[in-house]
């Protein structure tokens, strides 16, 4: 099997060739022969960053807490320069609000059900960009009608879920690990 992950459309004749994958992605079955492989993976590694920090931050939201870039990349293992540049983001986009001083650091600005993944992912990597330089051909012509169905369907799924969506899932799959079986 191999294991592949990418951030945006994949559209070729071969099978692509990556280094350093993620574990999202897609299993597709080994062959020596040319296959068509059309995917799109969830997030870029920016997006995944920024939304783990975001539901580290929507857990301490009701409390009123506070969380350092320091202590978000250290549980996560997110190098604190990029983090920082995405919180920083964040905060310009209206989904953060940054805290000075000795106990400063980053909140949510809205309740966590306020903030759609959407928001996150137009924060975070912009607008979607067209594809540039595509022949006009029929056959270039379908593929990216299905590239634009599967971003149609991806839009629609992350402007319908919240923060508040991913941290009760994240919850479930906590309550779930901490069960004990005598």
Do not use: N, W
Not at 27 to 50: I, N, R
């Amino acid at each position: 099997m191999l294991l592949v992950s990418s951030a945006t459309f994949i559209l070729g004749r071969t099978r692509p060739r990556f280094s350093g994958l993620s574990e999202v992605g897609a299993l597709l079955p080994q062959s020596d022969h040319p296959q068509l492989v059309c995917f799109a993976v969830a997030f870029s590694s920016k997006t995944e960053y920024g939304l783990v920090a975001l539901i580290e931050l929507a857990s301490i939201y009701s409390s009123g807490g506070v969380l350092q870039v320091a202590e978000i990349a250290l549980r996560q293992g997110i190098p604190d320069r990029y983090l920082e540049q995405m919180l920083t983001s964040l905060r310009r986009g209206g989904i953060l609000r940054s805290i000075r001083g000795p106990r400063g650091g980053y909140q949510l600005l809205r309740p966590p059900a306020e903030v759609a993944v959407a928001d996150v992912v137009q924060c975070l990597e912009g607008d979607p960009g067209s594809r540039d330089g595509a022949p006009e051909t029929p056959e270039y012509q379908v593929l990216q009608s299905l590239a634009s169905q599967l971003e149609q369907a991806r839009l629609k799924l992350v402007q319908s879920t919240s923060l508040q969506d991913l941290l009760d899932r994240r919850d479930g799959l906590l309550q779930a690990q901490t069960m004990y079986f005598i």
